[in-house]
Nanobody, 124 residues
Framework: QVQLVESGGGLVQPGGSLRLSCLASGFTFSYYTMHWVRQTPGKGFEWVAS?????????RYADSVNGRFGVSRDNAQNTVYLQMNSLKPEDTAVYYC????????????????RGQGTQVTVSA
């Protein structure tokens, strides 16, 4: 079955950086677009970034993180990463990686399988 395990969260000061990792198993990782999403108690889920499968690994970002976050993948290691720089208090959330529902799907859907999440707290 699909398993997604996030790691790398923690407490960081504003302006700091973190790198999240997500190890995937149970499916052919290289075939699927992968997403990062986040959840805060008051705002629900927010899509953060996506990276496509295939040549070029096209990347997309939410406006709120564009220019500060970078998504990447290592198909040999079945891992997707989220490099987060210039972190702000409003980036505080539980971060999840998610797998697209199908090999041709490139947009995140709430029903897409996701991991257990990793907490990121940005505070002085």
């Amino acid at each position: 079955q699909v398993q997604l395990v996030e790691s790398g969260g923690g407490l960081v000061q504003p302006g700091g950086s973190l790198r999240l990792s997500c190890l995937a198993s149970g499916f052919t990782f290289s075939y699927y677009t992968m997403h990062w999403v986040r959840q805060t108690p008051g705002k629900g889920f927010e899509w953060v970034a996506s990276i496509r499968s295939g040549a070029g690994n096209i990347k997309r970002y939410a406006d709120s993180v564009n220019g500060r976050f970078g998504v990447s993948r290592d198909n040999a290691q079945n891992t997707v990463y989220l490099q987060m720089n210039s972190l702000k208090p409003e980036d505080t959330a539980v971060y999840y990686c998610a797998k697209s529902g199908g090999t041709i799907n490139t947009k995140w859907d709430l029903a897409d399988p996701r991991g257990q999440g990793t907490q990121v707290t940005v505070s002085a």
